[in-house]
């Protein structure tokens, strides 16, 4: 299995300020086929589903604000809100689909 | 518009099983594989398994092989997930999910509650 280990944990950021989000995965993700690295973002907040935010590391997903953005390549993975608001307190997930399925641990995103 | 609609919460004792459905809508079903995403409280997402919509066929994770049965009915667009052997851990929200690599449309979930 490919496991997905994202930091930090939490993290409390004021309204306006960045948001960095790692994500590292235990084997490479970067498919050789069409050079695109098999890994996602999601937000998850209490009471509904998982959204999208970002796909194929970097590729915004249908109506995802572009504060919203995915960096990285291969093993190390960064999402980054740039001016946070209020309506991002969240979890948000990185997921990879290389092989399989697998989730990161999540990380909750709150203001500070 | 792209939508999974998932069957109402239950509530099952220890030892029963569990049949969630989800019925799509808004695409053509048989393209897309359907995967099954739980979330216990308090804890992250995790895959059950998925089912290819155009023939049926199935993979499990490990941890699930032979409690989880994934199944399809393809003239009314819905899939099935059915788990056994329900402890108290199994308590969780369960989601179906579009695959599109990625997870691109997701269902309401469904809540599973195991109590005695």
């Known amino acids: 299995d490919i496991v997905m280990t994202q930091s930090p944990d939490s993290l409390a950021v004021s309204l306006g300020e960045r948001a960095t989000i790692n994500c590292k995965t235990s084997q490479s993700v970067l498919s050789s086929s069409n050079n695109g690295n098999s890994l996602a973002w999601y937000q998850k907040k209490p009471g509904q589903p998982p959204k999208v935010l970002i796909y194929?590391?970097?590729t915004r997903g249908s109506g995802v604000p572009d504060r919203f953005s995915g960096s990285g390549s291969g093993t190390d993975f960064t999402l980054t809100i740039s001016s946070l608001q209020a309506e991002d307190v969240a979890v948000y997930y990185c997921q990879q689909y290389y092989r399989s399925r697998t989730f990161g641990q999540g990380t909750k995103v709150e203001i500070k | 518009q792209v939508q999974l609609v998932q069957s109402g919460a239950e509530v099952k004792k220890p030892g029963a099983s569990v049949k969630v459905s989800c019925k799509a809508s808004?695409?053509?079903?048989?393209?897309?594989?359907i995967h099954w995403v739980r979330q216990a409280p308090g804890q992250g997402l995790e895959c059950l398994g998925w089912?290819?919509?155009?023939?049926?066929?199935?993979d499990y994770t490990p941890k699930f092989q032979g409690r989880v049965t994934l199944t399809r009915d393809t003239s009314i667009n819905t899939v099935y997930m059915e788990l056994s052997r329900l402890t108290s851990d199994d308590t969780a929200m369960y989601y179906c999910?579009?695959?599109?690599?990625?997870?691109?449309?997701w269902g309401q979930g469904t809540l599973v509650t195991v109590s005695s």
């Open positions: 999910v579009r695959e599109n690599w990625f997870y691109d449309f």
């Open positions: 808004g695409y053509t079903f048989s393209v897309y594989y």
């Open positions: 089912i290819r919509t155009a023939n049926g066929d199935t």
């Open positions: 194929w590391a970097s």
